[in-house]
């Protein structure tokens, strides 16, 4: 078991990891750390020294199948490993608080899974650790993957440039459809003591972090709706059926949903720019369907998931008769990351993303510079979540259409 280590062992450094939570998450980041050594030149050389889970049996086969040194049940035991230099927390949100602020107390690098928490408070707490760890040259990052694409990155530098000019107008949406189905079980996904928020913490922190990178400012105030759809479905572990000529297999043990199924949300930025957000798992047929445009006085940028390694641009100072989008191919090896990789016209994908973040996390370490999307950064994300959740039952803003 175990990985042979990346780059030059004689020379290079090794930063080791210890990564809490092995399911889907947890698979994307090994793919990363497995990855970025051999890909980026690097100032250390990370090695997966351990994984932890509670399930003896599954962590273990996770540690063969992905090239960890070491298999864990408790993450306690991982961040006392003395080969474990970074703590990378894969989690669902009810435990990032505990393990995070252990972790920097116990003087390990932490990357933390969005959203940062499941409470401001949470996040604040960890913020807070994360500063004091900062003045003991701990590093910190909360894993917004996103911002780590080429084509996203790239239309940072084109907004930090200027060519949008003044921002008008930001609109993003994130769609998934995995829960249209109402037999879907009651995983813990959908349940608030252990996500914190449904599509909203979801999806919408990703879309509301994404948006701030790119706009260069923080959002200034929230407008909402959520609706939860489907308010209970059967228990995990349970035959939920299929569709019969009666509906949905009757299935006598369910719970209650106690997490929103889409959020839906204008806001205003610091600026005056506005923007709209939705997030949805209903939205049927849309798979990881991620979109965002920006608008300004001098042009406009848009990105879609599903077509990762383009951006189109359209330069609003260009005369009429020629301007409109164009579609960059994002596969220049001077655009972000790709020197590393193909030559132009190979493309990369969604894993790639925990490639570059695990290069980021790992030159920030080496060059003692904090990195960004720092917990400041996903307490601020978090913070919006909650203002969403404030105005969604408030209910303030909705006003009846007169009949
Ligand atoms: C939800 O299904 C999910 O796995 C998110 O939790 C991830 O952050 C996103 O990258 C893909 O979809």
Redesign the pocket.
């Known amino acids: 078991m175990g990985q042979p280590d990346q780059g030059d062992e004689a020379t290079t450094p090794p930063l080791g990891v210890g990564m809490v939570g092995y399911a ?2 947890g698979a994307a980041h090994s793919q990363g750390w497995r990855t970025v050594g051999r890909v980026f030149d690097l100032p250390l050389r990370p090695v997966l020294a351990a994984v932890c889970g509670r399930d003896a049996g599954a962590v273990r086969a996770m540690a063969d199948r992905h090239g960890w040194g070491a298999a864990e049940t408790d993450w306690r035991a991982l961040i006392a490993r003395d080969d474990v230099d970074l703590v990378d927390i894969c989690t669902p949100g009810d435990s990032h608080a505990e393990i995070a602020v252990a972790a920097l107390a116990a003087g390990k690098h932490v990357l933390c ?2 959203p940062l928490a499941n409470t401001v408070a949470e996040a604040e707490a960890m913020t807070a650790a994360a500063a004091e760890a900062a003045g003991r040259g701990r590093m910190s990052m909360v894993g917004f ?2 911002r780590r694409l080429p084509a996203t990155a790239l239309a940072r530098s084109l907004v930090a440039e200027g060519r949008l000019g003044r921002l008008r107008h930001v609109r993003v949406t994130y769609l ?1 459809d ?1 829960l249209t189905d109402p037999r879907f079980p009651l995983t813990w ?1 959908l349940r608030r003591e252990r996500a914190g928020s449904g599509a909203l913490g ?2 919408g922190a ?1 879309i509301v972090d994404l948006a701030q990178y790119l706009a260069g400012e923080p959002l200034d105030g929230v407008s909402a709706l959520t609706e939860t759809f489907v308010r209970r479905r059967p228990l995990p572990g349970r035959e939920s059926g299929g569709l019969s000529a009666t509906g949905p297999a009757a299935n006598s043990r369910s719970g209650a949903v106690t997490v929103d199924d889409a959020a839906l949300f204008t806001a205003r930025f610091a600026s005056g720019a506005l923007a709209s957000f939705e997030a949805s798992r209903f939205a049927a047929g849309r798979k ?1 369907s991620l979109r965002i445009e920006l608008n300004g006085e001098r042009g406009s940028l848009a990105f879609d998931l599903e077509r990762l390694n383009e951006l189109a641009f359209h330069d609003h100072t260009e005369p009429a008769a020629h301007a409109g989008f164009r579609r960059i191919q994002v596969t220049e090896p001077d655009h972000p990351y790709l020197d590393a990789w193909w030559p132009p016209g190979h493309g990369l994908g ?1 894993e790639h993303t925990f490639v570059h973040q695990a290069r980021d996390l790992v030159l920030a370490v080496a060059g003692g510079r904090p990195p960004e999307p720092s917990f400041a950064d996903g307490l601020q994300v978090q913070r919006v979540l909650a203002a969403v959740e404030e105005s969604a039952a408030k209910n303030s803003t909705y006003t009846p259409v007169a009949v």
């Open positions: 889907f998450m899974e969005k993957n996103y998934q995995w996904r979801d999806l990703h990881n969604y």
